[in-house]
C-alpha cells in the first residue's frame, strides 16, 4: 500500500467563531513537475492559527480530485466563499478539470455561445472616491471622461464618472450618504444612474477588495434573453432585467468573488449614439475637447480573473455562457523554480470577448502570486485589464511620461539578453527599429501561427498588490467582412507562453522588492 503526505500551504489566519461547522472541501492533484512535488496538494480555504488539524496520509488513485471533509468556519468573509455562496457538503462533486498545457492545448471554435454577444462595453470600479479615481486613470491612461452622474446632475446616491478611448469605457462610482436620499424623501430608483448600485455593498466591497472591478459588462443583443438563458443553464443571479428609459436593458449574474458579469442591451442600437446614452441619466461632458487626451487604446482585449479554483470557476461561466477555451497554461508552462499557477481562457464565438482566470497552485517554495493576491484582494476578483492599443509605441511613451506625474508606474523591462534573439523568434514582423522600441519601452513580443503579440504591464495601481494593467496590441490576422471593410480577427496571436512566463517572473520579483521592506520577525522568547 502506498500513501502520499499532504502538504499544507499557508492561509491568511481567519478568526473561527466559537461553533465550528463541517464543510467540503477539496483535495487537488497535481502530476509531478519541477515546480511542484508529486502527490496531493490539500486546498484547505480555512484555517485557524489556535487548531492543529491533523491530515493523515490518504491512499489516493491517479484521478484529479478527492472529496474530504474537516472542521472550518462558515465566516462568509473567508476565502471558502471567494466564488460566492459556499458549497454545502451534500452538493455533488464539480465536473473533473484536467488541464493539458499550452503545448498540448489544441485550439477549437464550436461557436457554442447560448446567447448573441457583440463586445465588451464596459468596466465598473467601486471606490471610496471616484471623483479623484477617475481623474487618475484618465491622465494615466488618455480617457478623457465623456459622461457623468452626479450630484450636480440630480443623483444623489451615487457618483459615477464614464471615461471613454475609442471603444474602451471605464466606469468608476463611489456612494453618497444615504441620509441625503432619505431627507428629501427620494427612492434609490428615483435617483440612481446604475440601478443596480447598493449602499451598503458598495461600501463593504470597498473596505474588503480596496480599488477593485465590480462588473464586467458585456453588449449583448438581448440582455432578458441573456439572463434568463445564463440562470437555466446554472449562473447565480445578481440583478434581475430592468429597463431603463425605454432604451436599454442591464442585468447581472455572478462571475465570480464579488464581481458580477452584466449584460447591456439598446432597444435601438446604433455606433452614433452620443456618450449620455451609455446608461440613461448620465450627461455628456465636453472635457474632450477643452482638454483632449488620446494615447491610442481603442478597447478592452481581455479581463483577467483570480480564482481559489481553477476548474469549478471555468465550469461554471462555461456552463451559463457556452463559452469555450481558447488557451490554457499551467505551472510547467510559465511558473519558476519558486511557485507557479494555472490558467484558462474562456472566449466568445467571435473571440472578441475573452475571459482568462488563474488559480494558485500550491507546495512550492515561494506562495503563488495567485495566492498573494487572494489575500489582499480577500477573495476571488478581476487580476488586470488588457487594453488594446494602436499603436504601443505611441501609447507607451505618453503613459511613461506620466508614470512620475500621477499616472502608472511598469513592472521592470526584461533584461538586454531577451532582445537580442528577438529577431529570430518572431521573424519579419518586426522591423530593426520596431525592435529597437521595444527594446527602449520594455515591451514583451510573442507569436503564435497566427499573430504577433505585444504586450507590457503596469504595477498595480492601487494601495494593495492587486489590480494592475496591461498595453497591448495584437499584429497581424487581419480579415474582410461581407461589406470588404478590413479587421482584425479577435485573439490574434494568442495569449503568448512567452510573455506569460515573463510576466511571471516581474510579479514575482515585484513581490520580493515588498516582502524585502518588511520587518523581521521578532524572535520567540
Same mark, same amino acid.
Given at each position: 500500500?502506498?500513501?502520499?503526505?499532504?502538504? @499544507?500551504?499557508?492561509?491568511?489566519?481567519?478568526?473561527?467563531?466559537?461553533?465550528?461547522?463541517?464543510?467540503?472541501?477539496?483535495?487537488?492533484? +497535481?502530476?509531478?513537475?519541477?515546480?511542484?512535488?508529486?502527490?496531493?496538494?490539500?486546498?484547505? *480555504?480555512?484555517?485557524?492559527?489556535?487548531?492543529?488539524?491533523?491530515?493523515?496520509? &490518504?491512499?489516493?488513485?491517479?484521478?484529479?480530485?478527492?472529496?474530504?471533509?474537516?472542521?472550518?468556519?462558515?465566516?462568509?468573509?473567508?476565502?471558502?466563499?471567494?466564488?460566492?455562496?459556499?458549497?454545502?457538503?451534500?452538493?455533488?462533486?464539480?465536473?473533473?478539470?484536467?488541464?493539458?498545457?499550452?503545448?498540448?492545448?489544441? *485550439?477549437?471554435?464550436?461557436?457554442?455561445?447560448?446567447?448573441?454577444?457583440?463586445?465588451?462595453?464596459?468596466?465598473?470600479?467601486?471606490?471610496?472616491?471616484?471623483?479623484?479615481?477617475?481623474?487618475?486613470?484618465?491622465?494615466?491612461?488618455?480617457?478623457?471622461?465623456?459622461? =457623468?452622474?452626479?450630484?450636480?446632475?440630480?443623483?444623489?446616491?451615487?457618483?459615477? +464618472?464614464?471615461?471613454?478611448?475609442?471603444? #474602451?469605457?471605464?466606469?468608476?462610482?463611489?456612494?453618497?450618504?444615504?441620509?441625503?436620499?432619505?431627507?428629501?424623501?427620494?427612492?434609490?430608483?428615483?435617483?440612481?444612474?446604475?440601478?443596480?448600485?447598493?449602499?451598503?455593498?458598495?461600501?463593504?466591497?470597498?473596505?474588503?477588495?480596496?480599488?477593485? @472591478?465590480?462588473?464586467?459588462?458585456?453588449?449583448?443583443?438581448?440582455?432578458?434573453?441573456?439572463?434568463?438563458?445564463?440562470? &437555466?443553464?446554472?449562473?447565480?443571479?445578481?440583478?434581475?432585467?430592468?429597463?431603463?428609459?425605454?432604451?436599454?436593458?442591464?442585468?447581472?449574474?455572478?462571475?465570480?468573488?464579488?464581481?458580477?458579469?452584466?449584460?447591456?442591451?439598446?432597444?435601438?442600437?446604433?455606433?452614433?449614439?452620443?456618450?449620455?446614452?451609455?446608461?440613461?441619466?448620465?450627461?455628456?461632458?465636453?472635457?474632450?475637447? &477643452?482638454?483632449?487626451?488620446?494615447?491610442?487604446?481603442?478597447?478592452?482585449?481581455?479581463?483577467?480573473?483570480? @480564482?481559489?479554483?481553477?476548474?469549478?470557476?471555468?465550469?461554471?461561466?462555461?456552463?451559463?455562457?457556452?463559452?469555450?477555451?481558447?488557451?490554457?497554461?499551467?505551472?510547467?508552462?510559465?511558473?519558476?523554480?519558486?511557485?507557479?499557477?494555472?490558467?484558462?481562457?474562456?472566449?466568445?464565438?467571435?473571440?472578441?470577448? #475573452?475571459?482568462?482566470?488563474?488559480?494558485?497552485?500550491?507546495?512550492?517554495?515561494?506562495?503563488?502570486?495567485?495566492?498573494?493576491?487572494?489575500?489582499?484582494?480577500?477573495? &476571488?476578483?478581476?487580476?488586470?485589464?488588457?487594453?488594446?492599443?494602436?499603436?504601443?509605441?505611441?501609447?507607451?511613451?505618453?503613459?511613461?511620461?506620466?508614470?512620475?506625474?500621477?499616472?502608472?508606474?511598469?513592472?521592470?523591462?526584461?533584461?538586454?539578453? +531577451?532582445?537580442?534573439?528577438?529577431?529570430?523568434?518572431?521573424?519579419?514582423?518586426?522591423?530593426?527599429?520596431?525592435?529597437?522600441?521595444?527594446?527602449?519601452?520594455?515591451?514583451?513580443?510573442? =507569436?503564435?501561427?497566427?499573430?504577433?503579440?505585444?504586450?507590457?504591464?503596469? =504595477?498595480?495601481?492601487?494601495?494593495?498588490?492587486?489590480?494592475?494593467?496591461?498595453?497591448?496590441?495584437?499584429?497581424?490576422?487581419?480579415?474582410?467582412?461581407?461589406?470588404?471593410?478590413?479587421?482584425?480577427?479577435?485573439?490574434?496571436?494568442?495569449?503568448?507562453?512567452?510573455?506569460?512566463?515573463?510576466?511571471?517572473?516581474?510579479?514575482?520579483? +515585484?513581490? =520580493?522588492?515588498?516582502?524585502?521592506? *518588511?520587518?523581521?520577525?521578532?524572535?520567540?522568547?
Amino acid at each position: 500500500m502506498k500513501t502520499r503526505t499532504a502538504v @499544507v500551504d499557508h492561509f491568511p489566519t481567519i478568526p473561527f467563531p466559537p461553533r465550528l461547522f463541517l464543510h467540503s472541501f477539496r483535495v487537488k492533484y +497535481y502530476q509531478p513537475t519541477k515546480h511542484h512535488p508529486p502527490g496531493p496538494i490539500w486546498s484547505i *480555504r480555512n484555517t485557524n492559527s489556535i487548531l492543529n488539524i491533523l491530515l493523515h496520509q &490518504a491512499e489516493l488513485s491517479s484521478s484529479s480530485s478527492v472529496h474530504h471533509t474537516i472542521l472550518s468556519s462558515p465566516n462568509p468573509t473567508a476565502p471558502a466563499a471567494a466564488m460566492g455562496k459556499a458549497t454545502a457538503p451534500s452538493s455533488p462533486a464539480a465536473p473533473t478539470f484536467n488541464l493539458v498545457g499550452f503545448s498540448n492545448f489544441v *485550439r477549437a471554435n464550436p461557436r457554442s455561445d447560448r446567447f448573441k454577444v457583440k463586445r465588451f462595453h464596459h468596466i465598473e470600479f467601486w471606490s471610496t472616491d471616484s471623483t479623484n479615481t477617475s481623474r487618475r486613470f484618465s491622465w494615466g491612461l488618455g480617457m478623457p471622461i465623456v459622461a =457623468k452622474s452626479d450630484l450636480s446632475t440630480g443623483n444623489v446616491t451615487h457618483a459615477s +464618472y464614464l471615461l471613454r478611448s475609442g471603444d #474602451l469605457r471605464f466606469l468608476f462610482t463611489s456612494p453618497y450618504s444615504p441620509s441625503i436620499a432619505q431627507m428629501d424623501n427620494l427612492s434609490h430608483t428615483a435617483t440612481a444612474s446604475v440601478p443596480t448600485f447598493d449602499h451598503d455593498a458598495c461600501r463593504r466591497f470597498s473596505a474588503k477588495h480596496g480599488l477593485a @472591478v465590480r462588473a464586467v459588462a458585456i453588449e449583448v443583443e438581448d440582455a432578458e434573453f441573456a439572463f434568463r438563458t445564463s440562470v &437555466a443553464h446554472g449562473a447565480r443571479p445578481s440583478a434581475e432585467p430592468m429597463v431603463l428609459d425605454g432604451r436599454a436593458v442591464i442585468a447581472e449574474v455572478e462571475l465570480y468573488g464579488d464581481v458580477v458579469l452584466r449584460y447591456v442591451s439598446y432597444k435601438n442600437p446604433s455606433d452614433s449614439d452620443p456618450d449620455c446614452w451609455f446608461l440613461p441619466k448620465f450627461e455628456s461632458v465636453d472635457e474632450a475637447s &477643452a482638454f483632449p487626451l488620446d494615447y491610442g487604446i481603442r478597447r478592452l482585449d481581455h479581463a483577467v480573473g483570480n @480564482v481559489p479554483e481553477l476548474g469549478p470557476a471555468v465550469a461554471y461561466v462555461k456552463g451559463f455562457t457556452g463559452f469555450h477555451e481558447f488557451a490554457e497554461f499551467t505551472a510547467e508552462d510559465v511558473g519558476t523554480s519558486e511557485s507557479g499557477l494555472n490558467s484558462a481562457v474562456l472566449a466568445n464565438n467571435e473571440e472578441m470577448v #475573452l475571459l482568462p482566470m488563474n488559480e494558485p497552485v500550491f507546495g512550492t517554495k515561494r506562495k503563488s502570486q495567485i495566492q498573494t493576491y487572494l489575500e489582499h484582494n480577500e477573495g &476571488a476578483g478581476v487580476q488586470h485589464l488588457a487594453l488594446m492599443s494602436e499603436d504601443i509605441f505611441k501609447t507607451l511613451r505618453e503613459m511613461r511620461k506620466r508614470s512620475n506625474i500621477g499616472g502608472f508606474e511598469f513592472m521592470p523591462s526584461p533584461p538586454p539578453t +531577451y532582445y537580442k534573439n528577438l529577431k529570430n523568434r518572431v521573424g519579419d514582423v518586426l522591423s530593426d527599429e520596431q525592435i529597437r522600441q521595444c527594446e527602449e519601452l520594455g515591451i514583451l513580443v510573442d =507569436k503564435d501561427d497566427q499573430g504577433t503579440l505585444l504586450q507590457i504591464f503596469t =504595477k498595480p495601481v492601487g494601495d494593495r498588490p492587486t489590480i494592475f494593467i496591461e498595453i497591448i496590441q495584437r499584429v497581424g490576422c487581419m480579415m474582410k467582412d461581407e461589406a470588404g471593410k478590413e479587421f482584425q480577427k479577435g485573439g490574434c496571436g494568442g495569449f503568448g507562453k512567452g510573455n506569460f512566463s515573463e510576466l511571471f517572473k516581474s510579479i514575482e520579483e +515585484y513581490e =520580493k522588492t515588498l516582502e524585502a521592506k *518588511r520587518p523581521a520577525e521578532a524572535a520567540s522568547a
